[in-house]
């Protein structure tokens, strides 16, 4: 093969250089299959990805390892770790201050003094010099065991470092970890500390367990998905938003991944898009968040809630990837599997502990024993006349033959030098009795620990117990678990733009700003438009779209919106009959034309109305003077017209020409009242039939809500709406249906019965005195409620419980009434009872009342007017 053949071979690669005019050729192929192969696997296994026995990257267990080196008890400068821990970590001390720092921050196996940062801020930590560390008392007793550990030579062949420390706990879960290699990640979520210890438990008593992520930042998770921590699977995480007053939201916890500074730099990048809509931002975090939003007067906190999670980082989604080292290889494996590895072996990590105690354990007691021999039977004094080694460890061994039947193992001439190490001193002062107890409390020992082998799964639970007991406490979950409802995009934006149309010549955007104003939407909203033709269409939010010309109606469209219901009379063709229907349009293909008639060319709409709430109006039908038709005018109701499909041809309402349609009465809703749910689990209400009941609700129908702290309102229902986590009564609301409750005045130390209704249905108010220390103690929505009130026990004296009816103890007053005072004695707990029986009256609704009609048309029916003017179903 030739030079050229070699340069436009595929297979291989090449430099090209040119020195003094001359081109050389470097051949790369071998280069970069083996260097890169070779760099590839060297950032997997030391850098990037933790082993699955100790869960530390290799510039972890090189700073643990130092730490314990330098380990007396005080804090050390952390520069002085960073410059031991090079001696064993070929980097850089940037790098492994780093690593330090984000350990320290985990506030597991760091005792930390001074600037280590914050994560709930992301401000980093003060320099290495500025800063100390020391081991913590955990990592003093779960990472280090030198008689078990396995040592390899550094990198540099001076010193000796630990191929994996001897962790006997689930450090890997409980820290977490992440790192990016060559060609694969990892990221392992960190878990709770105590439901660890409880998980391992649970395996070792072969139960079922479950792991879910928890973060030191806290917030709301939904770990659905989570998928054991293995790849596809995903947690969301939430910040914690809550509502301060009407004008002001606060958030008290942030997601995971985030700090405050990113957390707010998204908020106002939503707010400069025109997403949300927010005054000013106030960061008061110190030990804990605090976020103030402030909002613009007549903004909804619900929907800015729901926007925050939506469009910031107020909402984060986390892909878990468990990829750990196992024997030199990398290991996709889920949190179950890796929890379960780490407990077996921190089973046979203690198990080898056992081992080696036990045979130091025996080793002392056969020293003792073989010491008690040698002073007591006076085997020293064989040795007086002999002169040299040999003859010394001879004689002393002949000396104690008579005596070591009892021994557990052969007495060894290692054995035999130790005893002529003896001091006279300490064989002339030798007491047989504390040497017997002794030798008796190592028996004790060693049976114990020869126990602890037999039943060693009972002995690695205690251990964990043990663990949860001395370290648990202040290590509870934070991360609240919850699942989520998903949030439409379009539902919460903001709408941040004006709508226009030309409706002659058919164009529809945000740009028309000359031509006449629709509404107020945003750029991410669809859009639905009804021309004269019978024609309609669904299209995205632009600057300027043509959609056809003679427009007679444009709206934001939502695809889900099932009560938006249009009424419409068409003429079929040019000078065909004509038809009444009523439709609703849910789901379509975007910038797909639909025909609403029946495809005749030259069909017109002639009457046309849009009613978000199903409403139905009375038409008056003007007809041409046609031959001999008689009656020119007459009404009709579309309260008597089924809803069916868009698609539907209608009910045929005249085969004469009609003049004119003119509006003669505005309708009602003729849909039936919306159900309504509360999803507990999602704290949400939904018309999906999750969760509770809370009734059919009327257009103006409001729910009741009622929290511990005693506020008390009453809103329209709406799918956003977000509830405070002490709310104790969710209902619909019954404007003449009394409230009663039983509070504690703080101010006057006593307590209170009171009835109320609501006054202001639009205010929120307080119905317990604003003393710091009053608290509710029961509220009901039942007419006729009964309490029962248990005094506690004063110096001895038990008064008997009481019941209370409440209706008849007090009148129904105004809401800011003090009330009648109950008791002043102090009361253990108060409870309701079974309320009195009450006959709810019978509530008359707009569809039970009779109304009588001209003319009924049924669903299924067709109307038609001869030429008399009479009107004919058929």
């Known amino acids: 093969m030739n030079d050229e053949e070699n340069i436009n071979s595929p297979a291989e690669s090449h430099f090209y250089n040119r020195e003094n005019g001359n081109e050389t050729i470097t051949k790369v192929t071998g280069m970069y299959k083996d260097w890169f192969l070779d760099y590839a696997s060297y950032v997997i296994l030391e850098r990037a990805v933790p082993a699955i026995e100790d869960g530390f990257k290799p510039v972890q ?49 760091i005792d930390t003094q001074g600037n280590w940062g914050n994560i709930l801020t992301g401000d980093g930590a003060a320099a290495s010099r500025y800063i100390e560390a020391r081991l913590s008392k955990f990592a003093l007793e779960v990472l280090y065991s030198p008689k078990i550990t396995e040592w390899v030579a550094s990198y540099d062949g001076r010193r000796q470092e630990p191929n994996n420390l001897p962790v006997k706990f689930p450090l890997l879960l409980a820290q977490g970890a992440e790192g990016i290699a060559v060609g694969l990640s990892t990221k392992v979520l960190p878990h ?5 210890i409880d998980a391992s438990v649970k395996i070792l008593k072969g139960k079922p367990f479950t792991l879910y992520p928890d973060f030191q930042t806290a917030g709301i998770a939904d770990v ?12 969301r995480v939430r910040a914690k938003i809550s509502q301060l007053d009407k004008s002001t939201l606060v958030i008290t916890q942030i997601p995971f991944s985030t700090n405050t500074s990113s957390l707010i730099e998204s908020i106002l990048k939503a707010n400069e898009k025109g997403k949300i809509k927010i005054k000013k931002i106030e960061d008061n975090t110190a030990a804990e968040v605090e976020i103030l939003i402030h909002l613009y007067p007549g903004v909804s906190p619900d929907k800015t809630i729901d926007a925050l999670f939506a469009f910031t980082a107020c909402e984060t989604s986390v892909a878990p990837l468990g990829c750990v080292i196992e024997n030199q290889k990398p290991l996709f494996i889920g949190v179950s599997d890796m929890l379960k590895i780490s407990t077996n072996r921190t089973v046979q990590l203690l198990k080898s502990e056992l081992e080696i105690q036990l045979s130091e354990l025996e080793e002392q007691w056969h020293f003792l024993s073989l010491e008690r021999i040698f002073i007591e039977k006076k085997v020293y004094r064989m040795i007086e006349e002999e002169t040299t080694r ?183 063709g040019k000078s065909g009959p004509s038809y009444i229907k009523r439709f609703n349009v849910s789901g379509v293909t975007r910038d797909k034309n639909y025909d609403l008639t029946n495809g005749t060319k030259g069909s017109q709409i002639l009457y046309f109305s849009c009613n978000p709430n199903g409403e139905a109006e009375v038409i008056t039908v003007l007809l041409r003077q046609v031959g001999s038709i008689k009656k020119l005018k007459f009404d009709l109701d579309f309260a008597n017209m089924a809803i069916k499909g868009r698609a539907s041809k209608g009910n045929l309402v005249t085969k004469y020409p009609i003049k004119k349609i003119e509006l003669k009465e505005k309708g009602i809703s003729t849909l039936k009242p919306r159900r309504i749910w509360f999803d507990d689990t999602v704290q949400r209400l939904n018309v999906d039939g999750r969760g509770e009941l809370l009734g059919e609700f009327r257009p103006n129908d409001r729910l009741l809500i009622i929290n511990q702290s005693g506020k008390i309102r009453t809103i329209i229902p709406e799918i956003t709406t977000h509830f405070d986590p002490d709310m104790i009564i969710l209902e619909k609301w019954i404007p003449n249906k009394p409230i009663s409750a039983i509070y504690y005045d703080g101010e006057k130390e006593r307590y209170y019965v009171k009835r109320f209704l609501v006054e202001n249905e639009a205010k929120e108010d307080i119905f317990i005195t604003e003393h710091p220390n009053s608290q509710l103690e029961i509220v009901s929505t039942d007419y006729r409620p009964v309490a029962e009130i248990v005094f506690a026990k004063v110096k001895g004296v038990q008064k008997e419980s009481q019941q209370i009816d409440l209706e008849g103890f007090i009148a129904v007053k105004g809401l800011k009434a003090l009330g009648n005072q109950l008791t002043s004695d102090k009361l253990k707990q108060v409870n309701l009872l079974e309320p009195l029986p009450y006959e709810v009256p019978e509530e008359v609704v707009a569809e039970d009342i009779e109304v009588d009609h001209p003319t009924e048309v049924l669903p299924e029916t067709e109307l038609q007017i001869d030429d008399e003017g009479q009107i004919t179903l058929f």
């Open 61 to 109: 267990r090189r700073i643990m390892h130092s730490l314990k080196e330098l380990d007396d008890g005080r804090y050390n400068k952390v520069a002085n770790v960073v410059g031991h821990t090079m001696q064993y970590h070929p980097h850089g001390d940037q790098s492994i201050g780093d690593a330090m720092v984000q350990i320290g921050q985990k506030d597991l196996l």
């Open 192 to 196: 709770n500390f105590n439901e660890l």
């Open 224 to 235: 659905s998905a989570y998928n054991d921590g293995m790849r596809g699977g995903r947690v």
């Open 390 to 572: 040999e003859g010394v460890i001879s004689a002393i061994d002949e000396g104690l033959k008579p005596h070591i039947s009892h021994l557990k193992r052969e007495v060894t001439e290692e054995d035999i030098l130790r005893l002529t190490e003896i001091r006279i001193m300490r064989i002339s002062k030798y007491d047989s009795n504390k040497a017997q107890d002794k030798i008796d409390a190592l028996e004790g020992d060693i049976e114990q620990v020869k126990h602890n082998l037999a039943n060693l799964i009972d002995f690695a639970i205690s251990y964990f117990t043990r663990l949860k007991e001395k370290y648990g406490k202040g290590r509870e979950r934070q991360t609240e678990l919850r699942i989520f409802d998903d949030i439409e995009a379009t539902k919460v934006v903001l709408r941040n733009t004006k709508l226009y149309v030309n409706r002659e010549e058919g164009f529809v955007g945000t740009s028309l700003k000359k031509d006449e104003y629709v509404t107020d939407c945003s750029d991410i909203d669809d859009i639905i438009i009804f021309l004269r033709d019978g024609s309609m269409k669904v299209t995205k939010v632009d600057a300027k779209t043509f959609v056809g010309k003679d427009i007679i109606h444009v709206a934001v469209f939502d695809k889900n919106d099932k009560r938006t219901i249009y009424n419409m009379v068409y003429r079929d």
